[in-house]
């Protein structure tokens, strides 16, 4: 990175963006808003920025340098999203959204963060002697608490992701920025063994750890670091999705994570860079311990959970209610139990009534949903209930929220063990990495690692040196699989506008059916393809792309569609226009050209698409195909977008058809784009895939 490069990073633009958008938040934000603006610690945020774009940084720490501003430069103005999708609607949650990116990035440079949270130790929340209308089945296997990876692999050394540069602790170089805030702001700590440290002399490993597996490697440090063949553990504590960035910087031999689903992620990245099924992608990892989410409430919001069922199920219908049901988390973004315990409430629906559906119950609770740092102190209203991993309760303090186990299901956190390329080839080091496994999965040590951090083993049983009264009990219900990327995204996407950046092309059908009112509904089809087309746009942040067509039978010369909004950034004039061309969207006395239409909006994608960037074809039609005698056929669809399609491309394409017409015939000529098809049949179902299709694609 040189001078000019320095000069020119984005970060700096992305600051001033967003004081741009806090000015004018702060100008239409609600009295009841004012203090959720307080929250966003813009102030420190400008000056470190200020100070680091002061001095250039040292040449032996560019590389490094570039992926810091890189990575703050990404959480700056994910933040400035979350305040433009504000500006759009005014619901709080982009406030606290906001506040949450920019606590990370200060937290990032070293700044610290807001009050810390109770000690370990000091869990304020009882566990109940007998949950209320609780039973609990048989112990679980390896394989089915595993979920999705089945029988866990042993691990394999493979490439920490494309390392950046020198190895830091927090940051660029050996700069240091002093604060006048009293902070110091430590851009670049130096690594290296003292000679007074016990663990002199031995081999170093260097271990990227979520907060609350570290007590599990402290258990064990100290006996690692004695002996003939002894180990140092060199710890770093991340967590969320920032952690990749920490691993490549910290040059890890080892990351454990508090859930699968982060590796699974990782994967799932992999494998769109180097291709499915390539060595690079090909994933291994191994289980160390679990945690299940339990639900926290008040008795009598307990004794409503146990009367819609006792478990998950009832709990989503409690939240897609009448009086719907508010729940608490921690930040999905930066804790593994919040986004396992957001992603199981949606699995909670998933495998009975579809993707749609899940999209709709998440987007339900995200309304209502309220982000607590600290859960194990936090106060509960009456309508809440809080999801919270077991790892932090603990005592059996009469007072305080009812802890239930939910029937069901056991929405699990799996820690994993994961294996870089780092080092791969040096013995002293798969040396230490056998010892450190073997040190948290066998014998008394691993049960004192299980025990310092409140954990359970892969099977979901409590170590064996375990309190009984500090436990929910020994046995759980059957553990939902691991959440995939699809699913991980979905939450994401949901709780943080900057997440839901994608090019979407809505095609409309307006034929004479689309005039039929929806089951379920007094109100035509196409109005409500109208209103929701509308929400749609208002979810979408300003850096998403959205385009409509409306299409029938040569609507416009020998063309079946018209361009009813066209596709261009949803710019504040773009989303003010839309509302009124939404109004040309209207059922007309004219056939159907399905055929000639999808072949034409896949070409449009195609052509349009960002590298980067998803680009989502929604066709939402009544599934016939009538055309005029010069329209092509399903196999000549199928032809056509064989000879164009390129797997390479971020494209997806689904019709979602409307009725109880076989798909049979639509779905072998959507073939060679792996085009879906979604069949719907209410009103309800309508307002669900629009929702989807804002949270992530309406496929995966």
């Not at 307080?38 to 420190?44: I, K, P, V």
């Not at 998950?312 to 508010?326: F, H, I, M, N």
Request: proline share 6%.
């Amino acid at each position: 990175m040189n001078q000019v490069e320095f000069e020119r990073h984005p970060l700096w633009s992305a600051v001033d963006d967003l004081r741009a958008k806090l000015i004018e938040a702060d100008h239409v934000a609600d009295p009841e808003q004012w203090h959720l603006l307080e929250q966003l610690r813009f102030d420190q945020l400008q000056y470190v920025v200020r100070g680091m774009r002061a001095r250039r940084p040292p040449p032996e720490a560019a590389a490094a340098a570039a992926a810091i501003l890189d990575r703050l430069h990404g959480l700056v103005e994910s933040a400035a999203a979350e305040l433009g999708a504000f500006l759009i609607d005014r619901r709080g949650l982009y406030l606290r959204n906001a506040a949450g990116l920019v606590d990370q990035a200060l937290e990032m440079v070293g700044t610290p963060s807001r009050p810390p949270s109770t000690p370990r130790g000091e869990q304020r929340w009882p566990v109940a002697a007998g949950p209320v209308g609780v039973e609990t089945v048989g112990h679980q296997t390896a394989g089915e608490v595993s979920g999705g990876s089945g029988t866990p692999a042993p691990p394999r050394a493979r490439h920490a992701k494309r390392s950046r540069g020198s190895r830091l602790v927090l940051g660029i170089g050996a700069l240091v920025v002093a604060v006048e805030l009293g902070v110091v702001v430590a851009l670049g700590a130096a690594t290296g063994s003292d000679s007074s440290d016990p663990g002199a002399g031995c081999t170093g490993l260097r271990v990227v750890t979520t907060a609350s597996y570290e007590p599990a490697l402290d258990a064990v440090a100290d006996d690692l670091a004695s002996g003939d063949h002894c180990v140092r553990l060199d710890i770093t504590v991340a967590d969320g999705r920032s952690v990749e960035p920490v691993v490549d910087q910290e040059q890890a031999h080892v990351w454990i994570t508090d859930d699968a689903s982060w590796l699974e992620r990782y994967e799932a990245e992999e494998a769109e860079e180097y291709g499915e099924g390539s060595e690079e992608a090909d994933l291994s990892y191994q289980l160390l311990a679990t945690s299940p989410v339990l639900f926290a409430s008040s008795p009598a919001m307990a004794a409503s959970i146990q009367r819609a069922g006792g478990g998950w199920t009832g709990l989503a219908a409690l939240v897609d209610g009448d009086r719907p049901v508010s729940v608490v988390t921690r930040d999905p973004a930066s804790t593994g139990d919040g986004l396992v315990a957001l992603g199981g409430l949606g699995d909670a629906v998933w495998d009975s009534q579809g993707m749609d559906a899940s999209a709709l119950l998440l987007d339900e609770a995200y309304r209502g949903h309220r982000t607590e740092s600290d859960l194990a102190a936090s106060a509960l209203a009456a309508d809440e209930v809080a999801l919270v991993p077991e790892h932090l309760l603990g005592g059996t303090d009469s007072e305080g929220p009812v802890i239930t186990t939910p029937a069901d299901r056991t929405v699990l956190m799996r820690y994993g063990w994961y294996v870089t390329e780092v080092d791969a080839s040096d013995p002293a080091i798969r040396s230490a990495r056998s010892q450190l496994l073997a040190a948290l999965t066998e014998g008394p040590s691993a049960d004192a690692a299980l025990e310092a951090a409140h954990l359970r083993d892969v099977r979901g049983a409590p170590p064996a040196t375990h309190a009984e009264d500090s436990w929910v009990g020994g046995q759980l219900p059957t553990a939902n699989p691991v959440l995939d990327a699809h699913k991980v995204e979905h939450v994401f996407s949901t709780w943080y506008a900057a997440d839901r950046k994608a090019d979407l092309l809505v095609v409309v059908d307006v034929s004479g059916s689309m005039a039929v009112p929806a089951p379920g509904s007094g109100r035509p089809l196409i109005d409500l393809v109208r209103q929701n087309v509308k929400h749609l746009a208002a979810e979408l942040p300003p850096d998403a792309r959205l385009g409509v067509w409306g299409f029938g039978s040569q609507l416009d010369g020998a063309r079946d569609y018209i361009v009813v909004d066209p596709f261009r950034p949803l710019t504040p004039d773009h989303r003010q226009r839309l509302a009124r061309d939404m109004e040309r969207l209207e059922a007309q006395d004219t056939g159907t050209g399905l055929y000639d239409t999808v072949y034409a909006a896949y070409r449009t994608a195609l052509a349009e698409a960002r590298p980067d960037v998803r680009f989502q074809v929604m066709v939402f039609t009544d599934g016939l195909n009538q055309d005029d005698a010069l329209g092509i056929s399903a196999s000549g669809l199928h032809a056509a977008l064989a000879e164009v399609a390129d797997p390479e491309a971020p494209v997806g394409l689904t019709v979602v058809q409307a009725g109880a017409l076989s798909s049979t015939r639509l779905e072998k000529a959507l073939g060679p784009i792996d085009g879906e098809v979604v069949t719907i049949d209410s009103a309800h179902d309508v307002v669900a895939s629009f929702i989807h299709l804002a949270a992530g694609g309406l496929h995966g």
